[in-house]
């Protein structure tokens, strides 16, 4: 159980295309979902915590109008970078969790090339 | 700020050998700790995790890790590794609440050979 899905997997779009990447629960009820992002040899960055029918809290540093996120359901999160530069090339990953002191389940991440 | 230190950037060891990898962290309250893995082309897994009680936990896959707070440390360890542990590994921590973002080390990449 507690399966995260994420899609799609890789992704290569020219400068200044907007990409959107979906998060899914696919057995189970997400409250909280996390976006994170990892560069090559680094650790994962949190980037926003999303929670159903709330707005995302974005860290600090994080551009919310470069980063949309949305919540609209207990099973699916989407990611929108907005007008992409090659700066914007890394892995972003999922995570999602049930309600209370639970585990955080990662999706597959998704690669993001901007040429 | 909270903070998740893993000391090891790249291990590598032998078949059988022993592993201890270690993750010390740094987090006000009351924390709930984590290793995950990360296998090649793989999404991360969860591999043991610390809430409360008591403080050596077990895993999957034969791994184990001890919660000493005096030294605000949760090292990984595994008797004897195979290959097929080859990989990278996470510690992450984060507040005792499910809705709180869990804050990652840098991971220590794992290279078992025959």
């Known amino acids: 159980g507690a399966v995260v899905s994420q899609h799609p997997s890789r992704v290569i779009c020219k400068s200044g295309t907007s990409v959107k990447i979906e998060c899914r629960s696919l057995d189970f009820q997400a409250t909280t979902m996390f976006w994170y992002r990892q560069f090559p040899k680094q650790s994962l960055m949190l980037m926003a915590t999303?929670?159903?029918?709330?707005?995302?809290?974005?860290e600090q540093g994080v551009e919310k109008d470069k980063f949309l996120i949305n919540h609209a359901s207990l099973t699916l999160s989407t990611l929108t970078v907005t007008s992409a530069h090659p700066e914007d090339s890394s892995f972003y990953i999922c995570s999602a969790t049930r309600q209370g002191n639970q585990p955080q389940h990662f999706g597959d991440g998704t690669r993001l090339s901007i040429l | 700020a909270q903070s998740v230190s893993q000391h090891n950037h790249h291990v590598i060891l032998s078949e059988a050998a022993s592993l201890e990898l270690g993750c010390n962290y740094s987090y006000g309250g009351t924390v709930n700790l984590f290793w995950y893995v990360q296998y090649p082309g793989q999404h991360l897994q969860l591999l043991l995790k610390?809430?409360?009680?008591?403080?050596l936990v077990k895993g999957i896959k034969g791994f184990e890790a001890e919660f000493i707070k005096s030294k605000f440390s949760f090292n990984l360890r595994k008797p004897s590794v195979q290959w097929s542990d080859t990989a990278e590994y996470f510690c992450?921590?984060?507040?005792?609440?499910?809705?709180?973002?869990?804050?990652f080390g840098k991971g220590t990449r794992l290279s078992v050979i025959a």
């Open positions: 610390y809430f409360s009680g008591d403080p």
């Open positions: 992450a921590a984060r507040g005792n609440s499910g809705n709180t973002p869990l804050v």
């Open positions: 999303s929670n159903e029918g709330s707005k995302a809290t974005y």
